[in-house]
Nanobody, 124 residues
Framework: QVQLLESGGGLVEAGGSLRLSCAVSGHTFVRFAMGWFRQTPGKEREFVAA???????SYADFVKGRFTISRDAGKNTVYLQMNSLKPEDTATFYC??????????????????WGQGTQVTVSS
């Protein structure tokens, strides 16, 4: 059973940093992609960043230069380093796994497995 477990969320002041982690277990996929999405109440879930099996990556325009996605294959963990956080970054952040990444997708429907989310709150 594939499981994704996010951690690292919390409350931070504007301009601060947080590092989210997503530990993946229970799979045998070799070439897979991981993504981070976020959602606020009443809004659609939106793409934040993704990283493929070859370490190619992709970012939403609103996080470029502030967020960095990375993966530690040995630990089966994906990270999202978030710097220069803004109040509008407040959301529940979800990690997701795409088991057949023909391309590095920004579409949530291309992702097969999801974590339960971790809350990030940025105060002004």
């Amino acid at each position: 059973q594939v499981q994704l477990l996010e951690s690292g969320g919390g409350l931070v002041e504007a301009g601060g940093s947080l590092r989210l982690s997503c530990a993946v277990s229970g799979h045998t996929f070799v070439r897979f992609a991981m993504g981070w999405f976020r959602q606020t109440p009443g809004k659609e879930r939106e793409f934040v960043a993704a990283i493929n099996w070859d370490n190619s990556d992709s970012y939403a325009d609103f996080v470029k230069g502030r967020f960095t996605i990375s993966r530690d294959a040995g630990k089966n963990t994906v990270y999202l380093q978030m710097n220069s956080l803004k109040p509008e970054d407040t959301a529940t952040f979800y990690c997701a796994l795409n088991r057949a990444p023909y391309h590095l997708s920004r579409d949530e429907y291309d992702y097969d497995y999801w974590g339960q989310g971790t809350q990030v709150t940025v105060s002004s």
